[in-house]
């Protein structure tokens, strides 16, 4: 608990790190994710965070979807796709204003949403390593963007069973 609590102090100073907690099961892992949690955002910062599940490995970029389709849009597994889409424009729309739809076709791809045709053809031409590229890209901007307004947390847990491309 010490460590994390001087890992969101630097945090809080400007200076990012990782830190991972490691431990055989029951040990207390998540209790201590959410007490660390619980300090975060008492002062201030913004905490998002992603499951990995044990068949994961085969699921690309599962950690991010859980995270973004949860966290941040606040849509739980069970809704149904439009909410999804709905929800991710939205908030889009609150943090990049006109560069929201430029966005939006790479994060609505990584979760995997029927896109509508204008933001589907907006990626159709790109081969899978630009396409992945950039939705790297507009991931890490997003981010940046989110962490402009107040420290910010990524947390994923079970991150072991995460898939190859999501640990890189």
């Known amino acids: 608990l010490g460590l994390g609590r001087e890992a969101l102090e630097a945090l809080r100073a400007g200076r990012g790190g990782v830190l991972f907690v490691a431990g055989d099961a029951g040990i207390g892992k998540s209790r201590l994710l959410d007490e660390l949690r619980q300090l975060a955002e008492k002062e201030g910062s913004c905490w998002l965070e992603g499951r990995c599940v044990s068949y994961g490995e085969s699921l690309p ?3 991010f979807r859980d995270l973004l389709r949860g ?6 597994a069970d809704e149904p796709e439009l ?3 709905v929800g991710l424009r939205r908030r889009l729309e609150q943090l990049f204003e006109s560069n929201a739809e430029e966005l939006y076709p790479y994060l609505g791809g990584l979760l995997e949403v029927a896109l509508e045709h204008e933001a589907a053809a907006r990626t159709s031409q790109l081969s899978p390593e630009a396409l992945q590229w950039r939705t790297f890209e507009v991931v890490g901007q997003l981010f940046a963007k989110l962490a402009e307004d107040a420290p910010l947390v990524l947390a994923f847990e079970d991150l072991h069973w995460a898939d190859p491309t999501s640990v890189l």
């Open 61 to 63: 970029y599962w950690p």
């Open 71 to 76: 966290e941040w849009i606040g849509a739980g």
């Open 83 to 85: 909410r999804v889409r």
